[in-house]
């Protein structure tokens, strides 16, 4: 009787053990898998590095904090497609759950290892141009994002109104990468329009802009450098032909006015990068990459007009007032003066 009894009081213990183990498990709460984000850039420059930091804060604004939420693999393919090539297959064999593609080149290299991965797509100007996309509504395939498509034309007619008398622009420019293509096809029949010449050299890599700039002097007024990788990686040599034949620069990206150019009109790669993030989040709420529009930072608010004083006396230039009352943001003795503040 005694046996039965301890059996008895054994089970019951077991019992209420097992439903104390069930309720804690069940209460617990559920720990989500932290996500993998992938992201590439075809080289470092400020543009690129500050799209990559946008969307890293976009992802942050909405709640998904780095090491916690999301872990990222940062990876920079040095100009080469080889081994932008390289980088997406190690994404896709890590199994990301989203690649950031920041450039055309990275794009299409992440295109071709991957159609399953959502690519989110970065400072690339026309994605339809560049066979990633069916059309800008929706891409047909595992790719969505924003383009860096710049205000070309807004950009090219600063030029009869900082420099009336000028006649012919230079343009420097990697042949081989389709954001640029696009932009100085443009470019040329802007100019053509405005009664300018555009005079192009071309280059495949860094080493070469030195070349390519010393190669336009006393053949152009005015240099207007796009929104080109290999170009502005190599933008301190422009500058130092610049500074050395007094030849201004004109940027499409509003960055590298800092960094020794005279003036832009364009978007702000931060905000780029912000409005990349927010697509992804539509993807991790469910939507299909080929729901979600490709965008453009196009409207008004969305650009700034930037002048570099700095550059201008140290070529001597006067800039006409009117332009000034008109600039967002003003460099002058080192520092950003910023309309807005």
Sequence with gaps: MRTNSNRSVVLMIVSVMLIIIT?????????????????????????????????????????????????????????????????????????????????TPIAQAAAQVTSEIPIIIGAITDPVAANIAESWES???????????????????????????????????????????????????????LGLELVEATVSNSNEVL???????????????????????????????????????????PTFVTEGGLTSFGIDYFTLGQKSAEKAIQILQGKLPSEIPIGKLDKP????????????????LEIPADLLGEADSIFLGGVSWDRSE
């Design 23 to 103: 309720f804690m498990i069940m209460s617990a709460p559920v720990l989500a898998e932290q996500l993998k984000i992938g992201i590439s850039q075809i080289v470092e420059h400020p543009a690129l590095d500050n799209c990559r930091d946008g969307f890293v804060d976009g992802m942050e604004k909405a709640g998904y904090n780095t090491g916690e939420d999301v872990v990222y693999d940062f990876q920079n393919a040095q100009g080469e497609f080889s081994n932008a090539i390289s980088i997406a297959q190690k994404f896709k064999d890590d199994q990301v759950d989203i690649i950031v593609a920041i450039s």
């Design 211 to 253: 070349m390519a700039a010393q190669s336009l002097v006393g053949r152009v007024d005015v240099f207007y450098i796009v929104t080109d990788n290999v170009a502005v990686s190599a933008f301190s040599s422009i500058v130092k032909v610049s500074l050395e034949e007094n030849i201004p620069i004109i940027v499409a990206d």
């Design 301 to 316: 608010e969305e650009l700034k007009f930037v002048i570099n004083m700095d550059i201008a006396q140290q070529l001597n």
């Design 139 to 193: 891409s047909g395939n595992n790719i969505t994002g924003m383009s860096d498509a710049a205000p070309n034309e807004a950009q090219l007619k600063l030029i009869p109104r900082f420099f009336p008398q000028a006649t012919k622009v230079g343009t420097i420019y990697n042949a081989g990468e389709a954001n640029s293509v696009v932009q100085v096809e443009l470019s040329r029949e802007i100019c053509q329009d």
